[in-house]
């Protein structure tokens, strides 16, 4: 897997590394810890998902501020940094429309960056995820100190040689791993970020709060969730569903936060991926965005600039823009070639993804 690293600024400076993968209609992967990009394409757990999403789609992922190659030690590390992030990293990779991947607590973000923008995200699809933390279920005495004591467990092993003090956390990520899977991961710990702030994060992971933005998430959205997931509870899954209008709920048969190349759950998650968000290959024009491919398909249509600036909810002069960028990439030199070229490519039908 072939992939571009690069480096942008957040809001408050914090360094971010974001990586380009694939072709086709751009994917976002909310970021998540537990990550390296550069590590990443070569664990036994990472690279088969990664591989698969740049094989479908223009893949854009980055490491959490703390983790991999991003700032090692914010200052910051909340819920609203994360946010920041998203919306640096999106900006800097040049995406004005684009779906989004939203993984374990990466959903949340996903979330809160759909009801902030919604002008910006066509599709979202969410696994594994919560609107709620942990700190924020009404939690009892004892959850609370399971998670006091997952704290203790970082702060004593999540840095050093001795691996048992990760498996802890190894076993509920994907308790079907196989041996090199666990191994690989209880190094991914290690590497991808400090016990400090593997603390901090984890606490901030708690006070995650999105329910009120899940209610004004406008775009189709999937929200997937692993029946018998141990670090994220099914029920969190549900109630996200059931706040976001019209989402659809999808039920895996796994025990597995982190799906498995293999395991039969891993096959529903890409068929309801595919079904949600259209696949990178066999993208017509994959050199476009997915904005300027929804402008060349209601030029295809035969709709004139004002009527395409109504449809898509822009300015006629970006609208203009579009176009002519447009006509660059599909090297065509006026409007009828550029109709000509698009339906023979499938586009200008009702029944057009967009």
Known sequence: MKQEIRFCK??????????????????????????????????????????????????????QRGCGLSDANPGDISFEAWVKDFEAVVDAAG????????????????????????????????HGGYARGWNKRGASSAELDRHETLEHLIEIGWGTQEASFRQVFTSAFMPGATIEQQRSFNDMMRVSASPEIAVRIHRAFGDIDVQEEARRVACPCIVAHARDDLRAPFEEGRRLATLIPGARFIPLESANHVLLEGEPAWREFFAALENLIPTGGGVEFPQLTLREREVLDCIAQGFDNAQIAARLELSEKTVRNHITRIFDKIQVENRSQAIVAARKAGLGTPSTPT
Not at 96 to 110: H, K, P, T, W
């Open 10 to 63: 957040s809001a408050d400076g914090a360094g971010i590394a974001y990586a380009l993968s694939g072709s086709g209609a751009p994917l976002v992967r909310a970021q998540h810890w537990i990550t390296h990009l550069e590590y990443d394409v070569v664990s036994p757990v990472w690279k088969p998902l990664l591989s698969e999403l740049s094989q479908r789609y223009g893949l854009v992922r980055f490491d």
């Open 95 to 126: 995406l004005e429309r684009f779906a989004i991947l939203g993984v374990s607590q990466g959903s949340a973000v996903a979330v809160a960056y759909a009801a902030r923008h919604p002008e910006r995200v066509s599709q979202l699809f969410l």
